[in-house]
């Protein structure tokens, strides 16, 4: 598992107007990296563009996707980070059907947010159709820094929406 930590400058309000700390993590697979780490680094950019960003950005590798629900729901339950992201390209080929794969990752992703009270977006492609071809391969790098984006977008909005609502310290 690889981690490293970013320092943000701002905080976000919780539910009282103080300011808190945001600590987000992001998993991602190692499966096709050189494809995959653009959605990272999409996602480190918005969260340094944006006017609000997390305090901390920790980031985690696993091998594939089909690891990223388990190390989300360990995260989660640490009590340690207030948003997470996956990361991912579940494609056709391989040992196991692309569908198994694909509707495994994301509800696994969806029970963990809803077990945990933890919000955890994704970013884990799953294509119908993917090639190990030149024109494929920079379709999909240039695809994660917009789904990237999106994740990163989603994570801050969720979080300032959900510090507002009453209940649970956000």
């Known amino acids: 598992m690889n981690q490293t930590t970013k320092q943000f400058p701002t905080q ?7 300011k808190k700390s945001a600590r987000v993590a992001v998993i ?34 696993v091998p594939g996707a089909f690891e990223i ?15 997470i ?12 059907r692309h569908e198994f794969v694909a509707s495994a990752v994301i509800d696994g992703l969806m029970r963990v947010q809803l077990e945990t009270d933890i919000p955890v977006f994704s970013a884990v492609l799953t294509p119908w ?14 695809h994660f820094v917009k789904k990237g ?8 909005e969720t979080l300032a929406s959900l510090s507002k609502l009453p209940g649970r310290d956000c």
Do not use: M
């Open 149 to 156: 984006t999106e994740a990163a977008q989603a994570c801050i």
């Open 12 to 18: 976000y309000g919780d539910t009282q107007g103080h």
């Open 129 to 142: 159709d993917f090639h190990e071809h030149e024109e494929h391969r920079q379709f999909f790098s240039q």
């Open 85 to 96: 992201i996956a990361c991912g390209l579940v494609v056709n080929g391989g040992i196991y």
């Open 28 to 61: 991602s697979s190692s499966w096709h990296r050189d494809i995959v780490a653009n959605g990272t680094a999409a996602i480190r950019a918005e969260l340094r563009r944006t006017s609000s960003p997390p305090d901390e950005l920790d980031h985690f590798e």
């Open 69 to 83: 629900p388990l190390h989300a729901k360990r995260l989660a339950a640490s009590g340690a980070y207030d948003a």
